[in-house]
Nanobody, 121 residues
């Protein structure tokens, strides 16, 4: 599975960005799609994910500000990020899981190359 992410950039505090990721290649069945991020000097962390036919899951730090959605017909996942804060600054990675997809904190599935989001104060 190949993942192509886009939409990162520089934004001021309180601003918005929209990340998109498209999956291609040999895909059997995608069970979940999601986003993770890694800030400088920190470990990669879960941001949001949406399972096939299920409800989205969010990290507490982004609840109410970020919205994840997916288009199963196009194998794409989108992360709408509003009310951005400097602590949201990180490289954001798209993730696709074809088999087991839980727990969200596990290193499972395929990863995109990452897109940088920078929130200035």
């Amino acid at each position: 599975v190949q993942l192509q992410a886009s939409g990162g950039g520089l934004v001021q505090t309180g601003g918005s960005l929209r990340l998109s990721c498209a999956a291609s290649g040999s895909i059997f069945e995608i069970n979940a799609m999601g986003w993770y991020r890694q800030a400088p000097g920190k470990l990669r962390e879960f941001v949001a994910a949406i399972p096939n036919g299920g409800s989205p899951a969010y990290a507490d730090s982004v609840k109410g500000r970020f919205t994840i959605s997916r288009d199963n017909t196009k194998n794409t996942v989108t992360l709408q990020m509003n009310s951005l804060k400097p602590e949201d600054t990180a490289i954001y990675y798209c993730n696709v899981r074809e088999g087991d997809y839980l727990p969200w904190t596990a290193d499972l599935g395929s990863w995109g190359q990452g897109t940088l989001v920078t929130v200035s104060s």
